[in-house]
């Protein structure tokens, strides 16, 4: 299981290697709305798709194209979509921006692998990528690029950006390769957390999903730690490990995605033990 989303009317779309199932809550049934293996996936106003170098939307039981980028080439890993922007990362060309309305494609961060897009409620967007540390966007502009720095203790701690969160206090939370960091906006800085189970090893130690969950929490997924969850003005810890009994532990250490349910049931994606409720 690659990402999981949901909307409003109790439907939980999960992306796995094999394409995308639809969970309605009310019902409790699964069913498959695509069987093609699918390299991205978003949901806004509408379910949003990527496959190879295009980008698809899902109205009315069915996918159709909004772009292609003009390169077969292309392979597409983050999307998201904001009013009449559609945002594209790629493998290796970096971020496209596309606005659908004046069908006009911009690049403002070329020549980077994005890993992850993600809108801050300040309208700000955060691009993750692999090797080449955080970007920071305000409409089209780059307004900031985030490195790690060798002896600085107080910079981005790894350039391989997992994924992002931000916290009910508006504070942007990045999950690298090297664990999590909490960026200090005043001075442009990040301060590091050490993880439960960490023990120095960056294999257990990388971040791979968050979520702030409603009640302040921050829920952290790992590369086979399991998923730890603390709040991040108070002292306590805890972690879920796997297990293969069910309901004694995840079906799977490596967890790759997360969401909260309107119930506040937890949603987790694992990369080899399916999904899990929490």
């Known amino acids: 299981v690659r990402k999981i989303v949901g909307d409003r009317q109790g439907h939980i779309y999960i992306q796995t290697e ?4 639809r969970f309605d809550e009310r019902s409790e049934q699964f069913s498959t709305l695509t069987y093609h293996s699918v390299t991205a996936m978003c949901y806004t106003d509408r379910l949003y798709k990527a496959v190879g170098n295009r980008v698809y ?14 390169s077969s080439q292309e392979r597409i890993k983050a999307i998201h979509t904001q009013g009449d922007s559609l945002l594209i990362g790629t493998d290796r060309s970096g971020l496209y921006v596309y606005d659908v309305r004046r069908h006009r494609l ?12 993600y809108l801050d409620r300040q309208g700000r967007y955060w691009i993750g990528t692999q090797e080449n540390g955080l970007f920071r966007m305000e409409g089209s502009q780059t307004l900031r690029h985030f490195r790690h720095e060798d002896g600085n203790d107080r910079s981005l701690n790894s350039d391989f950006v997992h994924t992002l969160a931000e916290d009910q206090e508006g504070h942007i939370w990045v999950g690298t390769y090297a664990g999590l960091c909490d960026y200090d906006e005043t001075d442009d800085t990040f301060q590091t957390y050490d993880l439960p189970d960490n ?38 810890y805890s972690v879920y490990r796997d297990s293969p009994h069910e309901g004694e532990g995840l079906s799977f250490p490596v967890v790759g995605a997360m969401t909260e349910d309107d119930e506040g049931h937890l949603w987790i994606c694992t990369e080899g033990g399916g999904l899990n409720m929490l």
């Open 57 to 70: 939307v899902y109205d009315q039981d069915h996918f159709s194209t909004v772009y292609e980028l003009p």
């Open 18 to 21: 094999r394409g995308i199932s």
């Open 106 to 117: 911009t690049q403002p961060i070329p020549a980077v692998s994005v890993s992850e897009i």
């Open 199 to 236: 023990e120095g090893n960056k294999d257990h130690a990388s971040v791979w999903s968050l979520l702030c969950g409603r009640q302040g929490t921050m829920w952290v997924g790992s590369y086979f730690s399991g998923l730890s969850y603390f709040h991040p003005n108070q002292s306590f």
